[in-house]
């Protein structure tokens, strides 16, 4: 697990989002949750691309379902992604609301 812990600083997309994944498959601790998160929401800031911006807010919309209470700390991050000018898709917004 500590393996995993520190490659999600890493700064490939790719990696971080399969960092992500795994923790939460592995754990449920609330501490790497929270680590998942914050890879997922690195990834929509950092990533142009929608379609990875969909594949992640589906992942963050998984998480939903079992961890309301830790994405409401996050809730104001996610809201940003509506407001900044580079989110043009309908599908992105329609999912962060």
């Known amino acids: 697990m500590n393996a995993i812990m520190t490659l999600s600083s890493s700064k490939s997309a790719s990696v971080l989002l399969e960092c992500a994944n795994t923790i939460i498959q592995l754990t449920t601790a609330p501490s790497a949750v929270k680590i998942a998160i914050q890879s ?26 079992g961890y309301a209470k830790l994405l409401e700390d996050y809730m104001g991050d996610i809201l940003n992604i509506i407001r900044e000018d580079t989110v043009q898709s309908i599908e992105i917004n329609q999912k962060v609301l």
């Open 40 to 65: 997922y929401l690195s990834l929509l800031q950092e990533q142009n691309d929608n379609n990875i911006k969909v594949i992640v807010l589906n992942k963050i919309l998984q998480l939903k379902k």
